[in-house]
């Protein structure tokens, strides 16, 4: 919220300086992001009136001026700007003058005719980054009066950062009621009077969706001026609150919504065809913007309509078929209150954000239509003329929200704020913000104001309290807990195991968004229905992510990006799938990306890049945390992976449960996404592997282990995990261990085949085990090897 602090003082009686209101305001919660000078520091511009213009004799585009400053005689300025016109009055800059960019501006010649001074547009007086022609002075400014004191320029723009939860600060009124309470100073709203009906003209209006639109306030005013302009106060205050001028009738309505805070819309009566209907769009409906942009409307869309379609979007942005222009002569002036929960989202999800969806996401008071209605009528008549019609108010009472009184206790204050704060102070504070206080037997009953939405329990009205009663005022002191040994939660106990070993390993930890662009879903998961969010944060962050991999992916281009290409990350968090019934399901992921080289580049170390079996060395390590049997990886094949190097994790004691993946991106698929080619990714699914979290005892072995080495030839595409399996089946319990140590291919080795050379381990744990019992098993082993994988000892 950006305002003039020289507006919010015509509110509230307060003489401190900006900098000691914005650091009070800042310590309430009202955090001051910026502080601002109205105008660039100048001087020596007065107020100009063009009483001659004379073309340039040498210079088409220049007209040479007789411009009386309040001095003597006239002066003679050349000037270039297009809209100089006889009897406008215009800033001047005199000679000596100090401006932006201009240390002393001095007599000169333009093209052989002398200018004693200097016609100024807003641009140049540092008061808009952009101009069109001079700054046009009212009429009624009287001449040589410097312009700092005519548009009282000694005053700052303050920009108020506010939480969601204070849209009742979304105006000055908000805000001088704030600062009236913080500064215990005489709080001054402007009087709103009634304008009474000069005319029986009304708009039939029909408020079909109430429970969104729970009150609607109307008026006809016919015969208005609308080309009329808009007093250069009006443009000053709207100026320095950040919005341009448009037009009288825009201005005017812009100007009530940020002096009390209702957003309301001007129709263009003669445009209009039949009454209003506030309702939800219907299928196949489409509205023409006010900024040109067509959008095609959603069935849920709150809208304004007449009887031939569409008018506006409601609360966000009005249509531009019923815009008023400099030809309109009367007018449909609208406010409402619309439900912020029906109203949320719903600009986001066309791509808009305007100052009147700010508001009404946030909650508008519902008191407020008929008063801005009342407001917005005295100030067209005065400016623009015309004849107002009834106020048409439609309200359904029962849909308006409802204040219900919250108990508030003296000694749950103190006890929280652990300070005394007499009832007399409390009952202040509760008063000027607006609340109604009565007595009870533990404290009071206090019902909030109908323009705080955010305040529901005990708690808010204790934080409103300090916040008043101020911070700085409350005592520091250390907490005292008591400290109890917790249960350890095995669940959170595993997964920073995990992530330890991944430290351990090279690994970084990253943390990415839940959400994903549709187009990334698409990719990676197309088997899976997207899950949809209903009020996305953005376009691109729509989806419910159903694998880590498209927020790995990102984090590694971002890192790209910025040349780091050695990149091993990890993330652990949810991943998120529809089941069957139509149920979310959230499913726990450890996830890993790893791409560039294997270990950090160093003249030691090579410089091999990492790849499958970096991958599959880090999944072993972490399910062999999980006291899990060791790993199987069964060759499959996953959207986005390369085909031939692409692994289903499983266990060996369960082949049917799958605990993760594991593979390379497919390069096509990288290239897509601006990525490296050489980009490997693994997940795990924790649940599974914490099912066999539990660590059992085993005592030290008594018994000598006995080793033997077999070499084994075999089809070269034979998964070595078939023949450890056969190995593990056949040697039964006393095969403690059994680990391929060397495979081969090449001379004395038949093509299509492989030399796998295995070293296996015996032990039994109650006796020394015989050399003609290890060899009844070898022997039975080479037996199964050839009988189920075709395999045989290599000669």
């Not at 093209?111 to 069109?132: D, H, N, Y």
């Not at 004691?653 to 993760?660: A, E, N, P, R, V």
């Not at 998964?719 to 056969?726: F, G, M, N």
């Amino acid at each position: 919220m950006r305002f003039s602090y020289r507006w919010l003082k015509e509110w509230v009686d307060i003489e401190v300086d900006t900098q000691t209101f914005a650091d009070t305001i800042t310590m309430a919660g009202l955090e001051v992001d910026s502080i601002e000078p109205a105008a660039a520091d100048f001087s020596g511009v007065v107020v100009g009136e063009v009483i001659d213009i004379q073309p340039h004799p040498d210079a088409d585009r220049l007209k040479v001026c007789q411009v009386d400053v309040g001095q003597a005689e006239p002066l003679n300025i050349v000037c270039g700007a297009s809209n100089v016109v006889l009897g406008m009055k215009a800033p001047v800059a005199l000679i000596g003058a100090r401006l932006p960019g201009i240390k002393k501006l001095k007599a000169s010649k333009l093209r052989g005719i002398k200018s004693f001074g200097m016609m100024c547009s807003a641009e140049e007086l540092g008061m808009s980054t952009e101009s069109e022609g001079l700054f046009v002075l009212p009429a009624d400014a009287a001449n040589g009066q410097d312009i700092r004191d005519l548009l009282q320029l000694d005053d700052d723009c303050i920009d108020v950062d506010l939480t969601p939860n204070r849209s009742d600060c979304l105006s000055i009124s908000g805000l001088a009621r704030e600062a009236s309470t913080l500064f215990e100073a005489s709080y001054r709203p402007v009087e709103i009077d009634p304008v009474p009906a000069e005319t029986d003209t009304i708009l039939d209006v029909h408020v079909e969706d109430t429970a969104a639109c729970p009150r609607y306030a109307g008026r006809v005013i016919q015969d208005i001026d609308a080309a009329a302009s808009t007093p250069w106060w009006i443009v000053e205050k709207l100026r320095r609150s950040g919005i341009r001028s448009i037009s009288t009738v825009v201005d005017i309505t812009n100007y009530v919504m940020l002096e009390i805070g209702q957003p309301m819309h001007a129709f263009d009566l003669d445009r209009l065809h039949g009454g209003i209907a506030v309702r939800r769009a219907n299928e196949n409906e489409s509205l023409v913007l006010l900024d040109g942009k067509t959008i095609d409307l959603s069935s849920d869309t709150l809208i304004i309509a007449d009887q031939e379609g569409p008018l506006a979007l409601a609360g966000i942005m009005g249509g531009e078929a019923s815009g008023v222009t400099e030809k309109t002569h009367s007018i449909f002036l609208e406010a409402a209150f619309f439900d912020p929960d029906q109203l949320s989202g719903q600009a986001r999800h066309y791509g808009l954000h305007t100052d009147s969806s700010h508001r009404f996401e946030r909650g508008v008071a519902y008191t407020l239509p008929e008063q801005a209605i009342e407001r917005a009528t005295h100030l067209l008549k005065s400016i623009c003329g015309g004849r107002p019609g009834p106020v048409v108010d439609i309200t359904e009472p029962d849909k308006l929200p409802s204040r219900t009184p919250i108990t508030l206790r003296l000694h749950k204050i103190h006890e929280q704020l652990a300070h005394p704060i007499s009832q007399e102070d409390i009952s202040r504070i509760l008063k000027n913000l607006g609340m109604t206080c009565d007595l009870h037997r533990d404290g009071w009953k206090v019902t909030p104001p109908d323009f705080r939405f955010d305040i529901q329990i005990e708690a808010d009205l204790i934080e409103e309290i300090a916040r008043v009663y101020g911070y700085n005022r409350l005592p520091s002191q250390t907490q005292k807990l008591e400290l109890l040994p917790s249960a350890r939660n095995c669940n959170i106990s595993f997964a920073h195991r995990c992530q330890e070993i991944l430290i351990q390993r090279g690994y970084h930890e990253a943390v990415t968004y839940s959400f994903i662009d549709e187009s990334l879903h698409s990719l990676f998961c197309p088997d899976q229905p997207p899950i949809r969010l209903k009020n996305p944060i953005s376009d691109s962050l729509g989806i419910m992510r159903g694998s880590l991999l498209p927020g790995l992916c990102q984090a590694v281009g971002f890192n790209c990006n910025r040349q780091q290409t050695d990149i091993h990350l990890y993330e652990t968090g949810r991943q998120f799938t529809t089941k069957s019934d139509g149920s979310i399901e959230e499913i726990p992921v450890l996830a890993g990306i790893l791409t560039g080289l294997r270990d950090p580049q160093h003249w030691d170390t090579g410089s091999e890049p990492a790849d499958f079996f970096d991958a599959k060395s880090d999944i072993e390590a972490l399910i062999n945390e999980s006291n899990r049997a060791m790993p199987r990886f069964q060759q499959a094949t996953r959207p986005g992976f390369h085909p031939g190097q692409c692994a289903r994790i499983t266990s060996a004691d369960h082949d049917k449960i799958t605990l993760g993946w594991v593979g390379k991106i497919h390069p096509t698929v990288a290239r897509q996404i601006d990525l490296p080619e050489n980009l490997y990714f693994f997940e795990l699914y924790l649940e599974e592997l914490r099912e066999q979290d539990l660590t059992h005892f085993q005592p030290l072995p008594r018994f000598p282990t006995v080793s033997r080495d077999l070499a084994i030839l075999a089809d070269q595409h034979l998964p070595s995990d078939e023949l450890l399996d056969t190995l593990r089946q056949t040697a039964g319990k006393k095969l403690v261990d059994c680990v391929i140590f060397d495979v081969y291919r090449g001379k004395n080795i038949h093509p299509g085949q492989k030399s796998i050379a295995i070293r296996l381990t015996f032990q039994d744990f109650s006796r020394t085990l015989e050399e003609e019992e290890i060899n009844t098993i070898i022997n039975e082993i080479v037996n199964q090897l050839e009988v189920r994988n075709g395999a045989k000892l290599r000669d």
